[in-house]
């Protein structure tokens, strides 16, 4: 079976998609999976640290008190974070302990303590890969995959889950999946 595979450099990572074609038309494809690269673009854009404009570093230099206005895709993220770190008691941490910040009842970012330091890559990897699959099925797409280093999902195939073998070098399958998603770190 032929597979059309792309790969970016997103989110600190490589991101890639995978479409096994199907009989489709591979010019349609390939604009399926650019539209999917671009919603993994605009998360990175959004929520990356690293960028001077994104929601994130605007949240950094707000004073303590301000709301922050953000894109849809941070907001979402930040709900699910506020949610992770209630059911867990706070373990789960995207300020990781530096202080406090809320959501207004508006979806604005309010930064609670002045030192505060929010980092979302984690979370935002995740994000990015169930948009662009969101993206690809919206498109028509039946089958596909994307990997954000180690944040996998899948539909409609079958692909291997291979890992790095950290201790004893080289690379081993640790899985197949079909139609779920994966999260590995080391």
Known sequence: MTTLRRAQPWLGTLVEIGVPLQGQNPDWVNQAVADAFAVVGQ?????????????VSRFHQAPAGQAVRVNRHTREVLELALQLHQQTGGLFDVAMGTGRW????DGDWIKCDALVQIDLGG???????????GVLAAKGVTAAWVNAGGD??????RVPIDLRDEVQGGVRRWAEMEDGAVATSY
């Open 43 to 55: 998360v990175h854009r959004v929520m990356s640290r690293f960028e001077l404009g994104s929601d």
């Open 102 to 105: 809320d959501l207004s009842a």
């Open 123 to 133: 979370i935002a990897k995740g994000h990015a890969v169930d948009a662009a699959m």
């Open 152 to 157: 996998v999902r899948v539909m409609g195939t």
